[in-house]
T-cell receptor
């Protein structure tokens, strides 16, 4: 069973601090990795995508990928109350890539004012 | 900028009833997907389509059917609703190379079967 694992939380972080979200995946052949943010009652929205080892930064968000360790993370700097949400890690696990993404269960992040 | 549009937003069904969840996208994407999300769980793939006339089963297809007669539309059919199908359903699409393109999601359909 190909899987994506995340700590469900809740992860509580003070406002202004760095939030660190982690994800591991089982399929070494995975090529594409995504972080989605989902507010309660809403649909997932794309935060970051990453395809090669290393760091990718976009504003306050940094995605980190380590394919050897099968590990992808998301760092949120200067955390704001509006960052409170569930963060879903998604990985392309499949034969040719057209059969969608496999999602973790999500990490519930709470930013404390 | 409609993107992916799902209807209805909410629906209550009685056990054994049938319904169709509608999904349409205006981005000319070849790839379309149906996911369900249960409380505290990630999204589970029900069915997907790589183009008009082509569909395939995902992880949890039992109790559902799909069709893809046009690029734009990808309806999901529930024939005999069961309480286990109470969930939030998301339709999604992506274009370009499917294995490195992110998914664009609709706003979801919240279905309750009683």
């Amino acid at each position: 069973q190909k899987e994506v694992e995340q700590n469900s939380g809740p992860l509580s972080v003070p406002e202004g601090a760095i939030a660190s979200l982690n994800c591991t995946y089982s399929d070494r052949g995975s090529q594409s990795f995504f972080w989605y943010r989902q507010y309660s009652g809403k649909s997932p929205e794309l935060i970051m995508s990453i395809y090669s080892n290393g760091d990718k930064e976009d504003g306050r968000f940094t995605a980190q990928l380590n394919k050897a360790s099968q590990y992808v993370s998301l760092l949120i700097r200067d955390s704001q109350p509006s960052d409170s949400a569930t963060y879903l890690c998604a990985v392309n696990i499949g034969r040719g890539g057209a059969d969608g993404l496999t999602f973790g269960k999500g990490t519930h992040l709470i930013i404390q004012p | 900028n409609a993107g992916v549009t799902q209807t209805p937003k909410f629906r209550i069904l009685k056990i054994g009833q049938s319904m169709t969840l509608q999904c349409t996208q205006d981005m000319n994407h070849n790839y379309m997907y149906w996911y369900r999300q249960d409380p505290g769980m990630g999204l589970k793939l029900i069915y997907y389509s790589v183009g008009a006339g082509i569909t395939d089963k995902g992880e949890v297809p039992n109790g559902y059917n799909v069709s893809r007669s046009t690029t734009e539309d990808f309806p999901l059919r529930l024939e005999l609703a069961a309480p286990s199908q109470t969930s939030v359903y998301f339709c999604a699409s992506n274009g370009g190379q499917a294995n490195n393109s992110p998914l664009h999601f609709g706003n979801g359909t919240r279905l309750t079967v009683t």
